[in-house]
C-alpha cells in the first residue's frame, strides 16, 4: 500500500533551526513536494525534490533521498510566521498526489 | 507566478440546496483541475481530478451525483454540491496543473471556500 509518515506536530524557538521528516512507500516515484498551510488557508508550494540531494531555497532546504524513502524540511532562522502545518506529498508513478498527514509546527519566542 | 482564483471565499447555505464554487487559472492553462475537501485539523482528501473536456475522476467514497464537476475550458472548472447537508459542511480546496498530463508540475491552489450549511 501507500503511506506517507510525519510527525503529527513539533514545537521549535524564533531563530532556530528545526528539520521536519518524511518517510514514504508509494507505488512510484515521480517527485516529493513540501507545501506549508496556515490554519484556514490553501496550502502553498514550497518545494519539488525529484533527484537525490539537498534543494536550498532561502531559508527553506528540502531534501531527497530516494533509495531510503526519506526527505526532510529544514526551516532555518524560525520566524513566527513559520507557525503552520507543513504537509509532505509524493506523485506517485501515476502522476497522483498522495498527501502525509502533515505536521503542525508551533514556534515559541 | 501562477494564479489560481476560487469563488466564493466562504458560503453559508441552508440544507438541500445547491452550491457552486468556482476555480479559474489567471494566467496558464490548467489541463487538470483537482478538487480537494478538508475537515477542520485534518489533511487534504482528492475528491475528484478533472481534465478539461472529459468526465471527472472520483475518488472512492465520494458521491459524483452529489458533487458535480464541470471543466468545459482550460481556465474554468465548478464544484457544484447538490442537496447540501451540515454534514458537508467543510474547507473546499481547488488546484490546478498546467502543462500535459504526466507533467510533475507542482499544484497552484486557490484559496479555499468555507462552506456551512445550516
Known amino acids: 500500500g501507500q503511506n506517507i509518515d510525519q510527525p503529527t506536530e513539533m514545537t521549535a524557538t524564533e531563530g532556530a533551526i528545526v528539520q521536519i521528516n518524511c518517510t514514504y512507500q508509494?507505488?512510484?516515484?515521480?517527485?516529493l513536494f513540501w507545501y506549508q498551510q496556515h490554519a484556514g488557508e490553501a496550502p502553498t508550494f514550497l518545494s519539488y525534490?525529484?533527484l537525490d540531494g539537498l534543494e536550498e531555497k532561502g531559508r527553506f532546504s528540502s531534501f531527497l533521498s530516494r533509495s531510503k524513502g526519506y526527505s526532510y524540511l529544514l526551516l532555518k532562522e524560525l520566524q513566527m510566521k513559520d507557525s503552520a502545518s507543513y504537509l509532505c506529498?509524493?506523485?506517485?508513478?501515476?502522476?497522483?498526489?498522495?498527501w502525509g498527514a502533515g505536521t503542525k509546527l508551533i514556534i515559541k519566542p | 507566478g501562477a494564479v489560481v482564483s476560487q469563488h466564493p471565499s466562504w458560503v453559508i447555505c441552508k440544507s438541500g440546496t445547491s452550491v457552486k464554487i468556482e476555480c479559474r487559472s489567471l494566467?496558464?492553462?490548467?489541463?487538470?483541475m483537482f478538487w480537494y475537501r478538508q475537515f477542520p485539523k485534518q489533511s487534504l482528501m482528492l475528491m475528484a481530478t478533472?481534465?478539461?473536456?472529459?468526465?471527472?475522476?472520483?475518488e472512492q467514497g465520494v458521491e459524483k451525483d452529489k458533487f458535480l464537476i464541470n471543466h468545459a475550458s482550460l481556465t474554468l472548472s465548478t464544484l457544484t454540491v447538490t442537496s447540501a447537508h451540515p454534514e458537508d459542511s467543510s474547507f473546499y480546496i481547488c488546484?490546478?496543473?498546467?502543462?500535459?498530463?504526466?507533467?510533475?508540475?507542482?499544484?497552484?491552489f486557490g484559496n479555499g471556500t468555507r462552506l456551512t450549511v445550516t
Open positions: 478533472s481534465n478539461e473536456g472529459s468526465k471527472a475522476t472520483y
Open positions: 488546484s490546478a496543473r498546467g502543462g500535459l498530463t504526466g507533467d510533475a508540475s507542482p499544484l497552484h
Open positions: 506529498a509524493i506523485m506517485d508513478s501515476n502522476y497522483q498526489l498522495i
Open positions: 508509494t507505488s512510484g516515484f515521480n517527485g
Open positions: 525534490n525529484v
Open positions: 494566467d496558464f492553462q490548467a489541463t487538470t
